[in-house]
């Protein structure tokens, strides 16, 4: 069902979009989303591709071992199906709610980052893996990285439409090329269906806290004006604004830049255009990405999401 639509051609180019069902309610503890199927690490490959910062970057078809130093990439290798390579991940990874619960024998894997924010090279190296991937924060190890010799990519979770194009090369460095252009469907009818449903809609306006970018740019999905003196206040959760609006963070934060972003982007359209979209929709939302993605089943509950 599709809420508070009036317009039979808009409903129409819904379906068309967006057909699909649900799978089952809540349950009432974290379990696999369903019967467990045998799982298979993708083969490395030769592969030659251009990374976020414009960098030549090609892997080895003999070493297959990932070090993945950032949560954004970490997440999305395990969501790709590619959690067998990873060798090496950082500190926030290894304490990621979501990846301990979706993959689970990573706490063994080695740490490479300290609280700073620094990277233990030597650590690394003796790893001698096939291909390190760097992001955002990271990027500042990238020169001592490859004067040790190593193969490394840089991949940026900067704002909304780059997080598409990392998708795919993260993809194509794991040679999990379908599974990323799955996700990347997913990702972008979802941001297509939110255009739609409120494209007709009176305008509403918001402040964005600290005029973030990247809740500013995610915010334009649903129709939302941005001003300096709006009486809703969105802010990221880690910014503890009293009285603004914040996604749930439970699991990860839904506020930054990765997929689970069109999550958060659920939340604030709920708030924002209560008429259009309803808790039980976005709850169901959440539990399905989860379990499709990440092969867990949370309860509303667990995700933030219970009254």
Known sequence: MFYGMKKPIIFVLILVLLLGG???GPNTDTQPAEE????????PEKVTVTDSDGRTVTTSAENGDIVSVG???TSLLIALGAKGR???IDARSADSRLVIDSCPELQDTAVVTDD??????ESITAQKPGLVILTDNYVQHLDALENAGLTVAVVR???VEQIKSSVELIGSLSNTRQAAQNLCSYYDSTLTRFKVLTMTEPQKTVTVYNNDEVLTELLTYINCGITDDSGLIIAKASDNVQGALCAPSLIEPWDEPSVSLVLGLYWY???IYPDIFSKEEITQQAIDFYAKFYGVKYTAQQLGLES
């Open 269 to 271: 359209a709920y708030n």
């Open 157 to 159: 979770f900067e704002g």
């Open 116 to 121: 700073s924010s620094g990277l233990m090279i």
């Open 36 to 43: 467990e199927k045998e799982y298979v690490t993708p083969l």
């Open 86 to 88: 990873i060798t090496g």
């Open 22 to 24: 649900c799978s089952a």
């Open 71 to 73: 949560y954004e990439s």
